[in-house]
């Protein structure tokens, strides 16, 4: 049987439209691993070497708006220079850093904490995510608190969400850190687990470098979590964010 024409136009151009697709995605591609690569370098000048640029979306495409991950144990001056650095690559959107603060193309800036974590302030002045000596393992009534804190928190979805960990100074500090992160990433994955979307949520574990003001610091009630609730603004659609036919 002969294709109609109008058949055929229409496959011709849905043909042309799929090579167009892919060639904007390849092209994309490129221009993310040039800014990778740019990335690295502007860090690594800034004394933050361990510092890399994530330049993926929620969604999976390339982003010219990149998440800046590492770099826990540097000062808040070097990871503001690290920041301003890869800002100022020429490409380069606003970027955040995994714990939630952004830095726009003029420099670092901390964005607006929401009322949603007042209200999970509220909650956890009366009662603390308890985690047993040395684990990350949560006991009956911290699980029912989180059960609250997702309450709470789910008015505020869209934002991001830091949660960090905290730890007393019993034993060496790199292990405190390394349970810190453990007991942050914990509570992450209960919130998960809660329905809280995966990608507004970031982990941090700071040891015992923040005890609580007026305690000692080997004082077990170091031991906890605080969260941070950010508004973040919508980004603008670019070429590299939105790739598709031209």
Excluded at 72 to 83: F, N
């Amino acid at each position: 049987m002969p294709v109609r024409p109008t058949i055929a136009i229409a496959a011709g151009a849905l043909g042309s439209i799929a090579l167009a697709f892919a060639g904007s995605v390849w092209t994309a591609d490129d221009i993310v691993a040039q800014l990778s690569q740019r990335a690295a370098a502007a860090a690594a000048d800034a004394g933050a070497p361990d510092v890399t640029a994530d330049f993926t979306a929620i969604n999976g495409w390339p982003s010219r708006h990149p998440l800046l991950v590492g770099g826990e144990d540097l000062g808040e001056q070097t990871r503001a220079d690290a920041a301003q650095a890869i800002a100022a690559i020429p490409g380069v959107g606003g970027i955040r850093w995994s714990d939630g603060t952004m830095a726009a193309e003029s420099g670092a800036v901390p964005l607006k904490p929401m009322h949603c974590q007042d209200d999970v302030e509220a909650l956890l002045r009366a009662r603390t995510v308890r985690f047993e000596e040395s684990s990350s393992a949560m006991d009956t009534a911290s699980r029912e608190l989180l059960d609250e804190v997702e309450a709470a928190l789910r008015p505020c979805l869209g934002s991001i969400i830091a949660i960090t960990g905290h730890t007393d100074n019993s034993g060496p500090e790199p292990g405190n850190l390394a349970l810190s992160r453990e007991r942050a990433n914990a509570v992450r994955n209960a919130l998960i687990s809660r329905g809280i979307p995966a990608d507004g949520l970031r982990a941090i574990g700071r040891g015992s470098s923040n005890p609580v003001d007026g305690l000692d610091p080997a004082d077990p009630a170091n031991r906890r979590i605080e969260f941070s609730v950010i508004a973040t603004e919508p980004l603008a659609p670019t070429p590299v964010d939105t790739p598709g036919a031209r």
